[in-house]
């Protein structure tokens, strides 16, 4: 099974079975891996995928490090 992330995101998820990942089953895992440790590029990909205010709205909710979690919703707003 081919993973539905593109190969400039698959990068940060080393650990886990890409076969098994995707986004319509994985959006919180993703976007808070992606928050925490991705790229320009990833970034853009994570928002062309979902709008910058539901983001926003899940940031409390995901599992990020205080500097991250207070970047982005200071970035976000």
Not at 20 to 27: D, N, P, R, V
């Amino acid at each position: 099974m081919k993973t539905s992330l593109p190969t400039n995101v698959t990068k940060y998820f080393w650990g886990d079975d890409l076969a098994q990942l995707s986004w319509e089953k994985h959006q919180k895992y993703i976007m808070q891996t992606l928050l925490e440790k991705g790229n320009q590029e990833s970034i853009s990909w994570l928002f062309s995928k979902m709008n910058k205010q539901n983001i926003l709205k899940q940031i409390l909710e995901l599992k990020l490090s205080p500097k991250s979690k207070n970047f982005w919703k200071i970035y976000l707003s």
